[in-house]
């Protein structure tokens, strides 16, 4: 088998964790490559191929990310650039935590025993839904972007902003806000369950829509069927513009009139389950145990 394993390059922690995997799995006699960016950082360590970002992926059964979060979606956003640009599913993708929180990941670095699993089949495939944004301008003209947590929009300046949303042509608000989140099932639990938003379990099909510090006494996240075809128009005055942001990564600016859509992406992520746990222990024994004290 072939493993490709992508390290928080930043983080001691990682790259030690990143040789102690790659070690591991080696004794199962699979191939471990990692990018040409990490050789440095591991030289010296024995039976790795350091290979560019063009073939890095070429044939891989697995490919491990190593780090927090948001090293595992950075590792997502090159898996679907691969996909996209071979018009190939997305392989399939292994968090192990070295971060502070870690929601996404399967296990985490002193867990490495479960490796084993991967070699011998015991796990299970979480396909996730993405979404997808679409720029409405003339400067991106159609530019689509897929996100595996949210899209979110606020201003460049964090003044409040002035938008509608309209669902399938049909307008659903105008609203006031300092800006708006569209999240999918595995990302609430990120930036949109800080705003307030529901936990939803990460193998459902639904985007939710929330809006950021609303100036209002009645607005409330909103959940919506895949299928549905969101639109948001800025109504804006002024500098700064409305930013678009795809997994935390800005995409566009967009002014007075332009809008994007959100939809369900064509994609989805294949996120490895190796302990086989149900989503609420996963939940509970990582967003619960801060507020419970370090007794248990």
Request: hydrophobic share 40%; proline share 4%; with cysteine.
């Amino acid at each position: 088998m072939k493993y490709v394993l992508c390290p928080n390059l930043s983080k001691e922690r990682a790259m030690q964790t990143a040789r102690l995997t790659a070690e591991r799995l080696r004794t199962f006699g699979a191939s471990v490559c990692l990018p040409e960016s990490a050789a440095e950082a591991l030289s010296g360590t024995d039976g790795i191929r350091f290979l560019p970002e063009e073939t890095l992926y070429d044939g891989a059964d697995f490919v491990i990310a190593i780090g927090g979060d948001g090293t595992i979606l950075q590792c997502a956003r090159r898996l679907l650039h691969y996909a996209k640009s071979h018009q190939t599913a997305p392989c399939r993708l292994v968090g192990i935590n070295t971060g502070t929180l870690g929601f996404l990941a399967a296990f985490e670095a002193n867990e490495l025993d479960m490796l084993d699993r991967l070699q011998s089949g015991s796990y299970s495939i979480s396909h996730r839904m993405m979404l997808r944004a679409t720029i409405d301008d003339s400067a991106h003209d159609g530019q689509s972007s897929h996100a595996m947590n949210d899209i979110f929009a606020s201003r460049l300046n964090g003044k409040i902003c002035d938008f509608t949303v309209s669902v399938d042509d049909r307008p659903i608000g105008v609203y006031r806000a300092d800006g708006i989140i569209f999240s999918t099932p595995t990302g609430s639990t990120a930036y949109a369950l800080s705003a307030g938003g529901p936990v939803m379990e990460p193998n459902l099909s639904l985007i939710e829509m929330n809006l950021i510090c609303p100036h209002s006494l009645f607005a409330r996240p909103m959940l919506f069927a895949p299928q549905r075809n969101i639109r948001v128009t800025y109504r804006g005055v002024g500098d700064g513009g409305l930013t678009v942001h795809i997994d935390g990564t800005q995409t566009a600016v967009l002014h007075n009139n332009q809008s994007f859509t959100v939809t369900r992406s064509q994609f989805t992520m294949p996120f490895v389950d190796c302990k086989g746990y149900v989503f609420y222990d996963a939940l509970n024994g990582k967003l619960m145990r801060p507020l419970k004290g370090t007794e248990d």
